[in-house]
């Protein structure tokens, strides 16, 4: 996964400029800040919330969750912790998606409290200019414009350049003989965003440009290697709605698409970045934003402990607890790019180009976490079923059966095993404050 520790440089420049600048303004209007915070007590911890199947069902709020937020936020509406939500979503702005915490939780929720899945993109510069197929649904080529892409094109736009290449559905077969229209530049990367809504379509028309490196007029040419950069947001298999049972998530549809890649060509599909949670730079990024929650408040004591509160055990958990190991392995570790290789199991999670900006990137104070630890709490009104049965024999099936993890993060069973489980996140909250003895 090439390119994470760069951009992560350049987004904590970028939010420690605006947090800087939000502190000044804080500061100005807000003469009682100060005296306030001696007077009411200051947190040392943070927390992180998943937003699907903890706070929301679908469209439906967990009834837990507005219960939770009102022992959260004081008289005036300004929340008593700094508080982070960490979404694999990627269907929406940044902006809509607080705006519709904000309405389900009866609080007032910036933007620069959520993180979407495909918010890391902004710092991919090196591909702003170049043409990218998106994949998705939603407003896709509205986020793609605003993460910083300039040339973008859609699945729809292909399909009508290239009428020929969708035959799944006999339907929207062309009626008469048509000849591709080749309108369209080059595509020379590919963004999935999330989970689109024709599966076929998306995955003939990606798998084509793959096999013809971004040129669909051509034909497949499978013994090409490497193939056009790869950018995915959210690897979430599953995810948790109104129904009983989790749905498909993109996850499933990346599981797809290395299939077909693999069962075509006979070479893995390679990915440029994987982003979303459980990708450790999304934790980094979250801590770093608790942060700049704490230095906009005034609050003087550091940020020494984080809680993760989620509900599916191979992305919030084992993110969780992957961050976890890293704060604990870091001070005692010189090598910071060695621990990251390690946990993530990926052997091209640091390429050997980055190494000087990856030593750079560590030794950044700004780039240093306050926290020193990161606890994983597990809700039981999502992904997670209590009720589940664990195979009899883990030792030959617990992979294959358990492990719901992308390809590319190693399993580990420590990982995967929260340090609380509660039945919804307003027991998350209340165990949280007892645990740090905050009134």
């Known amino acids: 996964m090439r390119g994470l520790l760069s951009f992560y440089r350049g987004l904590c420049a970028l939010s420690n400029r605006q947090t800087r600048r939000?502190?000044?303004?804080?500061?100005s209007r807000c003469g009682f800040c100060g005296t306030q915070s001696k007077t009411k007590p200051q947190p040392r911890f943070g927390l992180l919330f998943d937003i699907d199947g903890v706070l929301v069902r679908g469209r439906m709020p967990i009834p837990a969750a507005k219960k939770s937020f009102e022992k959260l936020v004081d008289s005036?509406?300004?929340?008593?912790?700094p508080v982070v939500f960490v979404t694999n979503a990627g269907n929406c702005l940044r902006q809509t998606k607080a705006d519709q915490l904000s309405h389900i939780l009866g609080v007032p929720i910036t933007h620069d409290q959520v993180i979407m899945s495909h918010s890391p993109l902004r710092m991919f510069k090196k591909f702003h200019d170049k043409c990218v197929l998106v994949s998705g649904q939603g407003p896709v080529?509205?986020?793609?414009?605003?993460?910083?892409?300039?040339?973008?094109v859609s699945i729809d736009m292909l399909r009508e350049s290239f009428p020929l290449l969708d035959m799944v559905d006999h339907n929207r077969r062309p009626k008469l003989p048509s000849n591709p229209l080749g309108k369209l530049p080059k595509v020379e990367a590919v963004i999935l965003f999330g989970e689109p809504i024709r599966w076929e379509t998306?995955?003939?028309?990606i798998t084509d440009l793959l096999l013809t490196d971004g040129n669909l007029g051509s034909p497949h040419r499978p013994q090409k290697n490497p193939h056009l950069p790869l950018l995915a947001c959210n690897m979430d298999l599953m995810w948790m709605?109104?129904?009983?049972?989790?749905?498909f998530g993109h996850g499933t549809f990346l599981v797809?698409?290395?299939?077909?890649?693999?069962?075509i060509t006979g070479k893995d599909l390679k990915y440029e970045a994987l982003m979303g949670k459980p990708s450790e730079l999304t934790y980094h990024f979250a801590e770093y934003l608790i942060r700049s929650q704490a230095m906009e408040r005034q609050w003087d004591l550091p940020i020494t402990s984080l809680y993760a509160i989620g509900d599916n055990l191979m992305t919030d958990i084992y993110g969780a607890n992957l961050y976890n190991r890293y704060l604990k392995e870091r001070v005692t570790v010189k090598n910071p790019k060695a621990v990251m290789a390690t946990a993530t199991?990926?052997?091209?999670?640091?390429?050997q180009e980055q190494e000087e900006t990856t030593d750079n990137l560590w030794?950044?104070?700004?780039?240093?976490?306050?926290a020193t630890s990161c606890k994983s709490v597990l809700v039981c009104t999502g992904v997670y079923n209590p009720n589940a049965e664990m195979p009899t024999d883990t030792t030959h099936s617990i992979k294959e059966t358990v492990f719901h993890g992308h390809r590319d993060f190693r399993f580990d069973p420590a990982l995967v095993e929260p340090d609380h489980i509660v039945q919804d996140v307003a027991e998350a909250v209340d165990l949280i404050f007892e645990q740090e003895k905050f009134v």
């Open 22 to 27: 939000k502190t000044g303004i804080v500061g």
């Open 76 to 81: 005036q509406g300004k929340f008593v912790v």
């Open 141 to 152: 080529m509205e986020i793609a414009k605003n993460v910083g892409f300039e040339n973008v």
């Open 202 to 205: 998306n995955l003939q028309l």
């Open 241 to 247: 709605a109104e129904a009983h049972s989790p749905r």
């Open 256 to 263: 797809c698409l290395e299939n077909i890649y693999k069962k």
């Open 345 to 351: 199991g990926s052997p091209a999670a640091v390429p």
């Open 363 to 370: 030794e950044s104070e700004l780039a240093l976490p306050s």
